[in-house]
């Protein structure tokens, strides 16, 4: 291959790469409004419920079709499935509770610390060392939640709590979906963590069961699309192009969030909350570059 064909190649592959992003970013900010919406009706728990339940239908067939290539699935180091599944369950909790308690803006604006907090997982559970760059960024980062939040100055919620958090419990899970992904294949990651949270899920609704109002059903089916395609197109942004490439445009969801929060329940950020998660990403954004430059 010529150095011109590789170049065009290589173009190519960020294009697509910035595509999946913007996708997965949209996906996440209809979700959201998703969310908020069924909160009314529905609690915390039961929204994650019947959203795993969704996600696991539509990801079923793609399970059937990976054994029938294989032949075979082995579901080595069953523990971490359930570990990832239990972790993701709590994270997907934390999040839902803070999306039906404050702006949506909001919620992904201090999620955007999720990086950040990868960075201390992997030290945790995977013995590796970070960069003197990367400690600096982890506090810029820390100081733009502190730029939201802003202690002393507004009542720090619990629903601002849960968002951060959601941001802790998701970096485990991505600690564990590492580990898996060295013997088992991302379909059998993703389908069999769904299913883990289906039932996990399912044990809190045990002692209060009650079929959902039939005018949520809706709502409920496009949350699982929407939840399912916006991960599906994070996977393959991240799969198709250089994370440095493609990350920058996750902030989208920042003006995505805004605009669905606003045309569905008339809600708008303050400029703090602009301002901070402009901090915090531009902090996450270094310790991406870092983390690819080490390998």
């Not at 999720?114 to 982890?138: H, N, Q």
């Not at 198709?240 to 809600?267: E, H, K, S």
Request: glycine fraction near 8%.
């Amino acid at each position: 291959m010529t150095a011109a064909n590789a170049s065009t190649t290589n173009r190519s592959a960020a294009m697509r790469g910035i595509a999946w992003m913007v996708l997965s970013g949209i996906g996440y900010s209809i979700n959201a409004g998703l969310v908020k919406q069924l909160s009314s009706d529905l609690n915390t728990m039961e929204i994650v419920f019947w959203r795993s339940v969704v996600a696991t239908v539509i990801l079923l067939p793609f399970l059937c079709k990976h054994i029938g290539s294989t032949g075979k699935e082995s579901l080595k180091n069953w523990h971490l499935f359930l570990l990832r599944g239990l972790f993701t369950y709590l994270a997907m909790g934390a999040t839902y509770y803070a999306l039906a308690n404050m702006p949506i803006a909001d919620v992904y604006a201090l999620q955007f610390t999720l990086p950040l907090f990868m960075i201390l997982a992997a030290i945790l559970f995977l013995g590796e060392k970070a960069r003197v760059g990367s400690w600096v960024a982890c506090i810029v980062g820390f100081i733009g939640t502190l730029i939201i939040l802003r202690p002393g100055f507004e009542t720090i919620t619990i629903a601002a709590l849960a968002a951060l958090t959601s941001a802790v419990l998701y970096s485990c899970t991505n600690i564990f979906i590492k580990k898996l992904s060295r013997t088992e294949s991302t379909t059998t990651i993703t389908v069999f963590g769904n299913l883990v949270m289906v039932v996990v899920a399912a044990i809190p609704l045990l002692f209060a069961w009650q079929l959902p109002p039939l005018h949520t059903l809706g709502w409920i089916i496009a949350l699982g699309v929407f939840t399912t395609a916006g991960q599906w197109a994070l996977a393959r942004a991240i799969a198709t192009a250089d994370a440095r490439i493609v990350w920058p445009f996750d902030f989208l969801r920042m003006p995505f969030t805004v605009a669905v929060g606003y045309v569905m329940f008339g809600q708008l950020p303050g400029i703090w909350t602009w301002v901070g998660a402009v901090v915090i990403f531009g902090a996450a954004y270094y310790v991406i570059r870092e983390e690819a430059t080490t390998k």
